[in-house]
């Protein structure tokens, strides 16, 4: 029979390693050799209980002690060796990953409530300088005749299935699997004598109305977490946390991406040529905004901190104006002849039925 490997060497971990050191090595070999990732494969197998054997005594300050000293023979009949004990390396499973592998979490989280989902619509306006709404949530609440644990007398017995444990184990292979008793949803405690009102679930229907602040800065998808505001747990378990989803409506003016806002804002031909000052709509109100001599259509300009308030800080956002030069439409005959004049003035063709488009193309062609 082939002799042992060194724990250490095993789990390719310095002597002196700490017990942090300890469990991410024995958690990346875990996550390796687990027999359920390697079905039907018994050298993984055959790693994997090596690794769990090797974490087993190394994680025992005592039997870590008797291993540094006296090798194998120090802990055999301990917990390591042939003497490998599955209980044991179960709960190491439930402390290194959760449910991953089957591990217990602990009734107490398992009775926590379910966490429930509003989605909120607001104003431009309102998802940016924030607001206070009262919102209606359809949700179940804690039977106040038996204070949420579900029992006439407010007692509840030791579940018979389990022993008050919350899980059942038993044997696969060389470890022990837990699983979430189902007969008192992994609580431990089963009810006698089921309350009227509630018939023995500990809750009942209802309508809460809540008061919800909206911070300043928030967009589509942001979340606001209401603690304790969701379902009430089983058998007098905590309540889980209401969630609370932003959809913002679209704005007829302004878009926004970040914190940044944007919007157009319409000149006319002579208020770009010869420059001018508008009004311009913020989410303050109207401010004023020079147009130099001279601007053209798509330039954007930018009016500092009249942008979105940043989450949880003072700080704003921008805003981006950017002007369209509309032409002029339906002039009179006084406006035209002006605007001929000034045509004539700068050098341009202002006749168009002179010569065609693709005459002057193929003018330029031929040159």
Known sequence: MASKRDYYEVLAVERNADADTLKKAFRKLAMQYHPDRNPGDKEAEEKFKEASEAYEVLSDPDRRARFDRFGHQ???GFGGGSGFNNVNINDIFGEIFGDIFGGGRGRRQRNRGADLRYNLE???EEAAFGTEVSVKIPRPKRCESCDGTGSKSKQQRQCPTCGGAGEVRFTQGFFAVA???????????????????????????????????????????TRVR????????????????????????????FHREEYEVFCEVP???VQATLGAQLEVPTL?????????????SGKIFRLKGK?????????????????VVETPQNLTKTQRELLTKFAEASGEDVNPQSKSFFDKVKDLLNK
């Open 307 to 323: 942008g979105i308030p940043h989450l949880q800080s003072a700080e704003r956002g921008d805003q981006h104006v950017r002007v």
């Open 122 to 124: 607001l104003t431009f």
């Open 267 to 269: 000149i006319s031909f």
């Open 284 to 296: 303050d109100g109207m401010v004023k905004m020079k147009v130099p001599e001279g601007t053209q």
């Open 74 to 76: 120090g802990v055999e």
């Open 179 to 221: 699983r979430t008793c189902n007969q008192c949803g992994g609580s431990g405690q089963v009810v006698a004598d089921p309350c009227k009102d509630c018939k023995g679930q500990g809750k009942t229907e209802s309508v809460s109305e809540l008061a919800v602040k909206i911070p300043p800065g928030v967009d589509t998808g």
């Open 226 to 253: 209401l603690a304790g505001e969701g379902e009430p747990g089983e058998q007098g378990g905590p309540s889980g946390d209401l969630y609370v989803v932003v959809h913002v409506k679209e704005h007829a003016i």
